[in-house]
T-cell receptor
Framework: EAGVAQSPRYKIIEKRQSVAFWCNPI?????LYWYQQILGQGPKLLIQ????????DSQLPKDRFSAERLKGVDSTLKIQPAKLEDSAVYLC???????????FGEGSRLTVL | KQEVTQIPAALSVPEGENLVLNCSFT??????LQWFRQDPGKGLTSLLL?????REQTSGRLNASLDKSSGRSTLYIAASQPGDSATYLC????????????FGRGTSLIVHP
């Protein structure tokens, strides 16, 4: 069974530029999460989807971050414009249902200069 | 709001020692608790998932216990090996509402030969 796929693995941009990350969850997993992990900290939830609906986005900085999961499968997270403090690893995770075991992708490391 | 604390933050031990990593949480109304390991520059790998009705789970040299009433989980690693060196994180699925997984900051483990 293929795992959670994420791309790109690494991205370097200058502040005020935009960036997009893509995630393809494990086949059949209805729940998809985007987490932000700053070096030395635990992952912080940005947004949780159940199929193509948003369950929680209370910690998503909506003035610059957006995410979508249009067909209830893969998802895109966008940052526009980026700030220095957005430098982090963006992790995508999926689970079969909302209380199921979480599986993570390798992450996308963003550096904002 | 659920808060998760992991102690110690870092641990360095010689090979062969038995280890205990701690995870505590403030709201005992949880559905699941999941332990992960994270290698440098990688995503999170699932180790064990404990449901709230369970007291412990075992996988190879790993044993995780859960005491909901005291808000604690421990991860026991038997006969540690250098390959166990990684950061270990716990995630708590709170049972009120949307079952959002909340992470601790992790315990960074180094096992030296």
């Amino acid at each position: 069974e293929a795992g959670v796929a994420q791309s790109p693995r690494y991205k370097i941009i200058e502040k005020r530029q935009s960036v997009a990350f893509w995630c393809n969850p494990i086949s059949g997993h209805a729940t998809l999460y985007w987490y932000q992990q700053i070096l030395g900290q635990g992952p912080k939830l940005l947004i949780q989807f159940q199929n193509n609906g948003v369950v929680d986005d209370s910690q998503l900085p909506k003035d610059r971050f957006s995410a979508e999961r249009l067909k209830g499968v893969d998802s895109t997270l966008k940052i526009q414009p980026a700030k220095l403090e957005d430098s982090a690893v963006y992790l995508c995770a999926s689970s079969r249902f909302t209380t199921g075991e979480l599986f993570f992708g390798e992450g996308s490391r963003l550096t904002v200069l | 709001k659920q808060e998760v604390t992991q102690i110690p933050a870092a641990l360095s031990v010689p090979e062969g020692e038995n280890l205990v990593l701690n995870c505590s949480f403030t709201d005992s109304a949880i559905y699941n608790l999941q332990w992960f390991r994270q290698d440098p520059g990688k995503g999170l790998t699932s180790l064990l998932l404990i449901q709230s009705s369970q007291r412990e789970q075992t996988s190879g040299r790993l044993n995780a216990s859960l005491d909901k009433s005291s808000g604690r989980s421990t991860l026991y690693i038997a006969a540690s090996q250098p390959g166990d060196s990684a950061t270990y994180l716990c995630a708590v699925f709170s049972s009120g509402g949307s079952y959002i997984p909340t992470f601790g900051r992790g315990t960074s483990l180094i096992v030296h030969p």
